[in-house]
T-cell receptor, first 112, second 117 residues
Framework: DTGVSQDPRHKITKRGQNVTFRCDPI?????LYWYRQTLGQGPEFLTY????????KSRLLSDRFSAERPKGSFSTLEIQRTEQGDSAMYLC??????????FGPGTRLTVL | AQSVTQPDIHITVSEGASLELRCNYS??????LFWYVQSPGQGLQLLLK??????LVQGIKGFEAEFKRSQSSFNLRKPSVHWSDAAEYFC???????????????FGKGTLLTVNP
């Protein structure tokens, strides 16, 4: 059973550019989550999907952020017009009905 | 709102010594509790979880944790630490049936563990 995968693992971009991250959950998991982790902090919840439906978005997710899960399988997180404050580790997790979330390796974003 | 406190930002122990990492939570009922470990630049690996039942739970890599309702605590322990245990440890809580928000993990700020040879 493969775990959660994320791509890319690292992304360096210039301020103002758009970036997109991908998450592939564990195959039988219908729930998918995005978190953001800044240096010295624990992960903070961004958004949650059950199948293809986005059921909750955190106030941390500004209008520049959008997430999709079009077929209930993989998900993408897009950040438009990146700012230096967006620099963080973006973590994806998935779960089945057990409420135990399994995390991917994360995408480290650096905005110059 | 639920919250998690990890009072120790950084702990240093010698290899072979015992370890206890503290975690206190704030929640109106009994939540689901988790410990995750994160190596530098990596994602989070689940060590153990508590949902209900026996308050002493066993996890991977020789870790265990004890849920104490009266103290709102879920401390992580290991009897003998190995150098490979050096990492950052996060306690997390998710509240079942909390107005539908029974999936959102709330994390503490983490405890960084250094292991001296």
């Amino acid at each position: 059973d493969t775990g959660v995968s994320q791509d890319p693992r690292h992304k360096i971009t210039k301020r103002g550019q758009n970036v997109t991250f991908r998450c592939d959950p564990i195959s039988e998991h219908n729930r998918l989550y995005w978190y953001r982790q800044t240096l010295g902090q624990g992960p903070e919840f961004l958004t949650y999907f059950q199948n293809e439906a986005q059921l909750e978005k955190s106030r941390l997710l500004s209008d520049r952020f959008s997430a999709e899960r079009p077929k209930g399988s993989f998900s993408t997180l897009e950040i438009q017009r990146t700012e230096q404050g967006d620099s963080a580790m973006y973590l994806c997790a998935s779960s089945a009905h057990t409420d135990t979330q399994y995390f991917g390796p994360g995408t480290r974003l650096t905005v110059l | 709102a639920q919250s998690v406190t990890q009072p120790d930002i950084h702990i240093t122990v010698s290899e072979g010594a015992s370890l206890e990492l503290r975690c206190n939570y704030s929640y109106g009922a009994t939540p689901y509790l988790f410990w995750y470990v994160q190596s530098p630049g990596q994602g989070l690996q689940l060590l153990l979880k508590y949902f209900s039942g026996d308050t002493l739970v066993q996890g991977i890599k020789g870790f265990e944790a004890e849920f104490k309702r009266s103290q709102s605590s879920f401390n992580l322990r290991k009897p003998s630490v190995h150098w490979s245990d050096a990492a950052e440890y996060f306690c997390a809580v998710v509240g079942p049936n909390s107005g539908g928000s029974n999936y959102k993990l709330t994390f503490g700020k983490g405890t960084l563990l250094t292991v001296n040879p």
